[in-house]
């Protein structure tokens, strides 16, 4: 696509803190110049009976047609009978891979200063296969589903990332020696997977050892590939340490070639409507959608500013420790811009 022409990409602004941040990207995008137009779709007031959910089918196409878009954290309330929003989008546009970078922010000091590693989870099965049932009264089953088709495409697509990407190793994590059949069937597919790509070295990492691992050192990881659970618990893991869920990217990865890019943190409740929300990883998501999109001047441009005003330490939102609001810290990066 060239610069100048208009794409056009669906923006999903979502619940809780997403309207306000969902408003720190536009006002980024603009201020950088970023030749998009938003299709803004809102989640619904009642269940449309084409997605069986409160996501409108008229959301979805927005999507499909598009082929990419950004979206913001979408609340499941707990025990309420509906399909989830965000299992519906993946299952609707068969979004198969959520790719989750995780890296040390220059200028903002934690714990670690070397953490630069990507997972890659599998997006559509697993325990999210939302197979649960009463068999008696005080007894309930969750069914955990892994097929050969969706390890072998998320595997691949970890491997081909990871060559694409200048990226030296992949490791699977996963619990085949508990469950051999369902974590065993998804290593099996990475090892045939591994063998095409002899150039990235390949490893099994339980995931217990794993977890251990990434908080001693987490330079000892590359590119992670796991199954759907694991993969939402590792993320949040490497989250912090980085500095936390108001930081961290991701994109969802779906046949034919949509992109859908979206925080990894939910909707942050205890400080929606305060104008305290820390707007980056919805920006960084941003970022992701326009290197997708091959707006690599633009992508950077925005990554400098978000990571200069964070360097900078005077205009920071209260999870970093600092005191800005959402509005201020959004209006820092634009006049870095
Ligand atoms: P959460 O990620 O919303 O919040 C966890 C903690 O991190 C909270 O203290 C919150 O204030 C903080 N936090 C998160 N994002 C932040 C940001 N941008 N800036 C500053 N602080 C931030 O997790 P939760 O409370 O477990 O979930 C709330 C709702 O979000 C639930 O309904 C859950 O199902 C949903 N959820 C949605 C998604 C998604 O849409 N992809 C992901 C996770 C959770």
Known sequence: CSSTTPITATLFPGDGIGPEIAESVKKVF??????????EHYVGTEIDPRTQSFLTWESLESVRRNKVGLKGPMATPIGKGHRSLNLTLRKELNLYANVRPCYSLPGYKTRYDDVNLITIRENTEGEYSGLEHQVVRGVVESLKIITRQASLRVAEYAFHYAKTHGRERVSAIHKANIMQKTDGLFLKCCRE?????????????????????????????????????????????????????????????????????????????????????????????????????????????????????????????????????????????????
């Not at 603009?30 to 299709?39: K, Y």
């Open 30 to 39: 603009t201020t950088a110049g970023v030749p998009i137009d938003w299709e």
């Open 193 to 337: 997977v591994a063998e095409k790509y002899p150039e990235i070295t390949y490893e099994e990492v339980v995931i217990d050892n794993c977890c251990m691992m990434l908080v001693k050192n987490p330079a000892l990881f590359d590119v992670l590939v796991m199954p759907n659970l694991y993969g939402d618990i590792i993320s949040d893991l490497c989250a912090g340490l980085v500095g936390g869920l108001g930081l961290t990217p991701s994109c969802n990865i779906g046949e034919d070639g949509v992109a859908l890019a979206e925080a990894v943190h939910g909707s942050a409740p205890d400080i929606a409507g305060k104008n305290l929300a820390n707007p980056t990883a919805l920006l960084l998501s941003g970022v992701m959608m326009l290197r997708h999109l091959k707006l690599n001047e633009q992508a950077e441009q925005i990554h400098s500013a978000i990571i200069n005003t964070i360097a900078e330490g005077k205009y920071r939102t209260a999870d970093l420790g600092g005191s800005s609001t959402t509005t201020d810290f959004t209006k820092a990066i634009c006049d870095h811009l």
